[in-house]
């Protein structure tokens, strides 16, 4: 299983936060994205990827991190965790944490 898993239903991204806290693991996953478009000109899933892009990089730039990872230590990291980012129909960027 890769660390980046996607859902079709919609645009989300599940982030595996066993090494890294929420911010380091959206930012790997917004970098692994780039690097797919930028090694594959056309890829078939472009759009889904651009999505992806776009919601992860409001993401980032949405969220105070450092209040996330003090509120919560589970997305400081180095735990079992996985978290799904995805954009509410309000079209704000949230995460929600996954059952194990």
């Given at each position: 299983?890769?660390?980046?898993?996607?859902?079709?239903?919609?645009?989300?991204?599940?982030?595996?936060?066993?090494?890294?806290?929420?911010?380091?693991?959206?930012?790997?996953?917004?970098?692994?994205?780039?690097?797919?478009?930028?090694?594959?000109?056309?890829?078939?899933?472009?759009?889904?990827?651009?999505?992806?892009?776009?919601?992860?990089?409001?993401?980032l730039?949405?969220?105070?991190?450092?209040?996330?990872?003090?509120?919560?230590?589970?997305?400081a990291?180095?735990?079992?965790?996985?978290?799904?980012?995805?954009?509410?129909?309000?079209?704000?960027?949230?995460?929600?944490?996954?059952?194990?």
């Amino acid at each position: 299983m890769s660390r980046f898993e996607m859902n079709e239903m919609d645009v989300s991204v599940v982030l595996h936060l066993v090494d890294h806290c929420i911010e380091t693991e959206a930012r790997r996953a917004l970098k692994a994205r780039q690097a797919r478009l930028l090694e594959d000109a056309m890829p078939e899933d472009e759009d889904m990827l651009a999505g992806e892009m776009e919601m992860l990089q409001d993401f980032l730039t949405s969220w105070d991190f450092r209040a996330l990872r003090a509120a919560d230590p589970d997305l400081a990291g180095g735990r079992d965790l996985r978290v799904r980012v995805f954009r509410r129909k309000e079209g704000l960027v949230d995460f929600e944490k996954l059952a194990p």
